[in-house]
């Protein structure tokens, strides 16, 4: 059974840094690309980043590009989510989220339960 | 960037009714769209994945058609875990989605 475990979540101020991480089990980590999707209180889901399963591929949206770094650890079953200089508008529930093959293909087939993070003064 | 405009925002039925959920895109987007369903505090899982193929593990009373701009969920006859939000999402260029429909107990 496919299992990810956000953490890293919390109060942060603006400007501040975090750094979320993704553990995950029951599947062959370094075969999928993987991905963070993020959702604000009462709000729908948008796509943050991806990256291909040999990390040899970034995407960002433009909300958060250059601001935002995806990295994963495939020796760990690992993925982070550095996010810098942070908002008021990036408080969300960020969702780690495994793409269906190794090249990001944005069909995002299983998904960890999130961690919140919260960006205020 | 292409948007999707999912309607009705709200739908409300009953436990055995069936339910048509809407997704329209703002240009083509072949048949690379997915359905996911959100129940409240939870992670949203995939139904459908290039229009209409079930992912693994979901009912038959949930399938999707359409192409091109215009796409539909169905769910046949609905159960009461059924009631959730549903979102629709392209990737045949990047990848956005739909702003959700909320299916609610009538």
């Known amino acids: 059974e496919v299992q990810l475990l956000e953490s890293g979540g919390g109060l942060v101020q603006p400007g501040g840094s975090l750094r979320l991480s993704c553990a995950a089990s029951g599947f062959t980590f370094s075969n999928y690309a993987m991905n963070w999707v993020r959702q604000a209180p009462g709000k729908g889901l948008e796509w943050v980043a991806g990256l291909s399963s040999s990390s040899y591929s970034t995407y960002y949206a433009d909300s958060v590009k250059g601001r935002f770094t995806i990295s994963r650890d495939n020796s760990k079953n690992t993925l982070y989510l550095q996010m810098n200089s942070l908002r008021a508008e990036d408080t969300a529930v960020y969702f780690c989220a495994k793409d269906h093959a190794a090249a990001a293909v944005w069909l995002f087939d299983s998904w960890g339960q999130g961690s919140l993070v919260t960006v205020s003064s | ?106």
């Open chain 2, 1 to 106: 960037e292409i948007l999707l405009t999912q309607s009705p925002a709200t739908l409300s039925l009953s436990p055995g009714e069936r339910a048509t959920l809407s997704c329209r895109a703002s240009q083509s987007v072949s048949n690379d769209l997915a359905w996911y369903q959100q129940k409240p505090g939870q992670a949203p899982r995939l139904l459908i994945y290039d229009a209409s193929n079930r992912a693994t593990g979901i009912p038959a009373r949930f399938s999707g058609s359409g192409s091109g701009t215009d796409f539909t969920l169905t769910i046949s006859r609905l159960e009461p875990e059924d009631f959730a939000v549903y979102y629709c999402q392209q990737r045949s260029s990047w990848n956005t989605f739909g702003q959700g429909t909320r299916l609610e107990i009538k």
